[in-house]
């Protein structure tokens, strides 16, 4: 089974994807190609796009009702998906969308045909940690995070304790 490295980058990614609806009408934006933008890194150290294009597939729940913000827009192409592609080099592809989340991803867990990110339960975390299929991300997620995020997780002890073995952390 390969092993996954999920930083808090791509945990917030993830978890953004909840929040991707917006108010459905207006045109849809047209085809466009891709160019990737530099910020001043000095005030924000973490955000560096990559040199070449990195692919990372997911997997979500299926939000019924979800208003995209443009018409044709998808889990794979939306603001959020753009955004990453465009500031960070990242290509969000999603493998599938589930009414069943969490059978479909015991599936793929059984046939160790995992998406790069995707959200777990408590059993699910352990039975991959288990496995080997989860990567030690404790020097990731103390030398890559935005100190905004880093103070969010400092702000509340204790919350990344069930994640924690031996010292380190496996991914949230």
Same mark, same amino acid.
């Given at each position: +089974? #390969? $092993?996954?490295?999920?930083?808090?980058?791509?945990?917030? +990614?993830?978890?953004?994807?909840?929040?991707?609806?917006?108010?459905?009408?207006?045109? &849809?934006?047209? $085809?466009?190609?891709?160019?990737?933008? #530099?910020?001043?890194?000095?005030?924000?150290?973490?955000?560096?796009p990559y040199d070449t294009p990195?692919?990372?597939?997911?997997?979500?729940?299926? @939000?019924?009702?979800?208003?995209? !913000?443009?018409? &044709?827009?998808?889990?794979?192409?939306?603001?959020?998906?753009?955004?990453?592609? $465009?500031?960070?080099?990242?290509?969000?592809?999603? $493998?599938?969308?589930?009414?069943? /989340?969490?059978?479909?991803?015991?599936?793929?867990?059984?046939?160790?045909? %995992? =998406?790069?990110?995707? #959200?777990?339960?408590?059993?699910?975390?352990?039975?991959?940690? !288990?496995? &080997?299929?989860?990567?030690?991300?404790?020097?990731?997620?103390?030398?890559?995070?935005?100190?905004?995020?880093?103070? !969010? /997780?400092?702000?509340? =002890?204790?919350? %990344?304790?069930? @994640?924690?073995?031996? &010292?380190? %952390? =496996?991914? =949230?």
């Amino acid at each position: +089974m #390969k $092993k996954f490295l999920l930083t808090g980058l791509v945990f917030i +990614m993830v978890s953004s994807f909840a929040f991707a609806g917006g108010q459905s009408g207006g045109a &849809g934006p047209a $085809k466009q190609t891709w160019e990737t933008v #530099k910020l001043n890194q000095s005030d924000q150290p973490w955000l560096v796009p990559y040199d070449t294009p990195v692919t990372l597939v997911t997997a979500d729940d299926e @939000y019924i009702g979800v208003n995209w !913000e443009f018409p &044709g827009d998808t889990e794979s192409n939306n603001t959020w998906t753009r955004l990453y592609r $465009k500031f960070l080099n990242i290509d969000i592809q999603t $493998k599938w969308v589930s009414s069943d /989340y969490y059978t479909t991803l015991n599936l793929d867990i059984a046939s160790g045909d %995992l =998406p790069d990110a995707f #959200k777990v339960n408590n059993t699910q975390f352990s039975q991959l940690l !288990e496995a &080997g299929a989860i990567d030690d991300v404790t020097n990731a997620f103390n030398n890559t995070l935005s100190s905004r995020l880093q103070g !969010e /997780y400092d702000a509340v =002890p204790g919350v %990344l304790q069930p @994640y924690t073995r031996n &010292g380190r %952390l =496996p991914c =949230p």
